[in-house]
């Protein structure tokens, strides 16, 4: 993995990006940054380019008046910047919040509420868009990734221990 500075106005965005943020994100997110710097980089691609993560960072980054900033370098053709494009953002692989997470927010809430705010982190308790209130998972539920249990590859039979 390569780590260099850029300057924003050399790398494009790319054409094909699926991800739109609406104003109140983008202003949360460059509340985030500007409180906590950029603690994850824009991802960008030297064979097209395009920036293939951090799109939406580097939206505020610019509204800060950032002008160069630090990004990871990959080298890869435009159908593996595509996938990685998509996979960056998955929602299905990034996990969920446990009910842990409301107290948390409560203390978040009465120890800094301008920040809670400008963090948009109240937005974690609104209804999902389909209209279904959040519901996080009982920890019973949720299968934690520090136990040492046997896992198949269906494909090859091979058995490995996580």
């Known amino acids: 993995m390569e780590l260099v500075v ?7 965005s790319a054409p ?10 983008l ?3 460059r509340a985030s940054i500007d409180r906590f710097g950029l603690v ?7 064979q097209t380019g395009h920036v293939v993560g951090g799109h939406q960072r580097l939206k505020a980054l610019e509204m800060s008046g950032v002008t160069e900033t630090p990004v990871v370098v990959v080298d890869m053709a435009e159908a593996e910047e595509r996938v990685l494009n998509v996979t960056l953002n998955n929602p299905a692989i990034t996990g ?12 978040m809430e009465e120890l800094d509420p301008e920040g809670f705010s400008e963090l948009r982190l109240g937005a974690i308790r609104e209804p ?7 519901e996080p998972q009982a920890p019973d539920d949720i299968e934690r990734l520090d136990e040492r249990s046997p896992i198949t590859c269906p494909e090859c039979g091979a058995t490995f221990v996580r």
């Open 96 to 107: 969920e919040f446990t009910p842990d997470v409301l107290p948390m927010l409560d203390d």
């Open 6 to 12: 850029k300057a924003i106005e050399e790398m494009t």
């Open 27 to 29: 202003e949360g997110l």
């Open 40 to 46: 994850e980089p824009v991802i960008w691609n030297r």
């Open 16 to 25: 094909y990006n699926p991800r739109a943020i609406s104003i109140e994100a």
């Open 128 to 134: 999902l868009p389909d209209g279904a209130a959040f």
